[in-house]
């Protein structure tokens, strides 16, 4: 392909020394002298095409999607992908939801985001009620954000090494992982669905001593993401793998749509963090990750390098986290305390209202967009005046990415199809909806 | 061969009908072991099974967390994901079950051979769980019939592991001289959801589009 670049690779076994030690000699990608890596074989032996379809019960296609590939030999000629398996009417559902019920549905949409979800939804309908939340909250939420970034990361590389044939990533990965759903339950219960934010504030403050267990797992979590990289990013099969696949010029990633992570390894530095900040994050120092050949090597590497910048916006959030109230001081939208319902008219009132009926916006519309992991996630709210939302869209970054599988994979062997759906970081129940 | 006797850990409730025990007793050189096939037979099917992990929302995820190192479903004898149904035993549907992948769940379901048998993983395999929509199968019971419902919204791993150690209890008690029990049992034609087989089998021939398959929602 394309790509030339040379990788000094550390683990390239290609037999034993006469002592019987694994031999060790560089492996140049791309170029001319090295091996070459996932050429297309030449079309002489035209043949009949075969359709072949993967999914929607397939472990390498994460969740139920579906591929339909037209294969000559074993290159990609064309490939249709069918979503829809997943369909639950989460966007009509919110039609029937007061705004804080609709919470508990933006935990199952992106599950492996479901916190980061939840802070989106909350700040798209705290724009559209136009509330001010407090200071607390902010970093609150933005601790909430990193570490479910760090978590759906993590997921996407342990399935993705499962796929490319690495096993032991993916325990690395699960076990941080169950430190971040410990972190979770100590906070709001649930370890996967947390549904943590609500119209205003949190569902819950931090408990005592829980920053404690926050901050050790920004001082350990470095030391997984060292091995990670330490296992693969000159690991010879890993880069074999995954170098020069899916290539996204940025031109065309950005006539695609992607965002995320999919956008930046084509060398586009568009992150809604420091874009369109939210949450105060241009006040956070950290770095945006940008690739340069856009490739499924690129988008790993890209991924590592956010795990990091994670971490250090966490150690950010630790050192900043002010003292104060989390939810706003205002009646509309946030009960008031037990004590006072049941002692004050006012509050008595004001309870009733909020559970009956629920907060109502003023008429009107929004757009919020965050970063979640797999790119630029978006919330649109239309209101016509009544505690439910008129029309509630979800804008879902990976749907747009996976518009793009049939571009990247097309001239591909069928084996890096593979590679390339896992590198795209698709979730069935965000696509699908 | 300082093995005597093993006692079986079948259920308690099951201890009425003889005692299940293996006995190894030396003669000379050679052993011999006598017990009950019923009981060699389960107690052999019952420690290995395969599954098939039909993930495809948020319980796959916690699945995926139960068969990680933490929670390690190698312990009972489950580390061997089968993702081909005919080299499976165990279906675990987990997560929600929309119209459109009822088709495949049973097509799934009909490849696998027997014995066999199904865990329904969460609120929304179990019932539908908080998708009482047009879109989603309120319960896959109504498309393929199942052992063990776990339920949780989703289940912790403890609960999916205490599901699976139900299922493994349930084996052994099975018995080979009863036929009826690998019948296939349809789900309740009376039932609102009910999807008569041949009508599943033609919505998923062969490539099934969507316009197709809302019609089998009731």
């Given amino acids: 392909m394309a790509t030339k670049r040379t990788i000094e690779v550390e683990l390239s076994t290609s037999g034993l020394t006469r002592d019987g030690k694994p031999q060790r000699v560089p492996l140049v990608t791309g170029g001319d002298t090295g091996v070459a890596l996932a050429e297309p074989p030449s079309l002489e032996l035209d043949g009949e095409h075969m359709l072949i379809n993967i999914g929607p019960q397939h472990p390498a296609t994460h969740g139920v999607l579906r591929l339909v590939l037209e294969l000559d030999g074993e290159t990609v000629v064309r490939c249709i992908p069918h979503v829809g398996y997943l369909h639950c009417g989460f966007e009509k559902i919110g039609e029937y939801r007061q705004y804080n019920q609709i919470i508990p549905w933006t935990d199952r949409e992106d599950y492996l985001n479901s916190i980061g979800n939840n802070v989106a939804f909350a700040l798209g309908a705290e724009r559209l009620f136009g509330i001010e939340i407090t200071e607390r909250c902010k970093v609150l939420r933005v601790i909430a954000m990193e570490l479910s970034r760090i978590a759906s990361h993590l997921v996407w590389l342990g399935t993705t090494c499962i796929d490319i044939g690495a096993f032991t990533p993916f325990l690395w990965s699960f076990q941080e992982r169950e430190n971040i759903y410990n972190l979770l339950e100590g906070w709001v219960g649930a370890r996967l669905t947390t549904s943590a934010t609500r119209v205003g504030g949190m569902a819950a403050d931090i408990p005592d001593k829980w920053l404690e267990g926050l901050r050790g797992f920004v001082s350990t979590f470095p030391k997984t993401i060292y091995e990670v990289d330490r296992m693969l990013t000159k690991n010879a099969i890993w880069v074999g793998r995954t170098i020069g696949l899916g290539v996204m010029s940025p031109d065309e990633a950005l006539n695609y749509g992607l965002s995320g992570p999919m956008l930046r390894a084509s060398g586009v530095a568009y992150d809604v963090r420091k874009d369109f900040p939210y949450l105060d994050y241009e006040t956070y120092d950290f770095d945006v990750p940008v690739g340069t050949n856009g490739d499924v090597y690129d988008r790993f590497l890209v991924r590592v390098e956010e795990l990091r910048q994670s971490v250090r916006i966490l150690e950010q959030c630790i050192k900043r986290l002010p003292d104060g109230p989390v939810n706003v001081d205002d009646p509309r939208v946030i009960l008031p305390p037990k004590h006072k319902a049941t002692s004050e008219m006012e509050s008595m009132i004001h309870h009733f209202k909020n559970v009956m009926e629920g907060p109502r916006p003023p008429v009107g519309e929004c757009y919020v967009a965050v970063e979640s992991p797999k790119g630029e996630k978006g919330y649109y709210f239309v209101s016509d005046g009544t505690s439910k939302p008129a029309r509630w869209r979800i804008r879902p970054p990976s749907f747009v990415n996976l518009s793009a599988i049939p571009k990247m994979v097309e001239g591909h062997l069928l084996s890096d199809v593979i590679a390339i759906n896992a590198s795209i970081d698709i979730v069935m129940g965000e696509i699908d909806r | ?218």
């Fill in chain 2, 1 to 218: 061969m300082g093995l005597t006797s093993i006692p079986h850990s079948a259920s308690p409730e099951n201890a009425s009908s003889g005692p299940e025990i293996i006995s190894i007793e030396p003669k000379g050189g050679d052993g011999w072991v006598t017990t009950r096939l019923d009981f060699l037979v389960n107690w052999g099917r019952s420690n290995s099974l395969w599954p098939m992990p039909f993930g495809t929302a948020c319980c796959a995820i916690e699945f995926m967390a139960t068969a990680a190192s933490k929670f390690d479903l190698a312990r009972f004898g489950m580390e061997r994901m089968s993702f081909s149904p005919r080299q499976a035993d165990v279906l675990i549907c987990a997560g929600r079950v929309p119209f459109k992948l009822a088709p495949i769940i049973r097509r799934i379901w009909q490849q696998m051979p027997q014995p066999k048998w199904a865990i329904s993983m969460g609120a929304c395999a179990s019932t539908g769980g908080m998708f009482d929509n047009y879109a989603v199968v309120q319960g896959i019971d109504t498309i393929i019939p199942v052992d063990v419902y776990v339920p949780g919204c989703p289940p912790r791993p403890e609960g999916l592991i205490y599901g699976i150690m139900m299922l493994q209890k349930k084996i052994m008690t099975e018995r080979m001289s009863n036929k009826s029990i690998r019948d296939e049992m349809e789900p309740d034609p009376s039932s609102k959801l009910y999807i008569p087989a041949s009508r599943i089998d033609e919505i998923s021939e062969p490539f099934g589009n969507s316009v197709h398959q809302t019609r089998s929602a009731p």
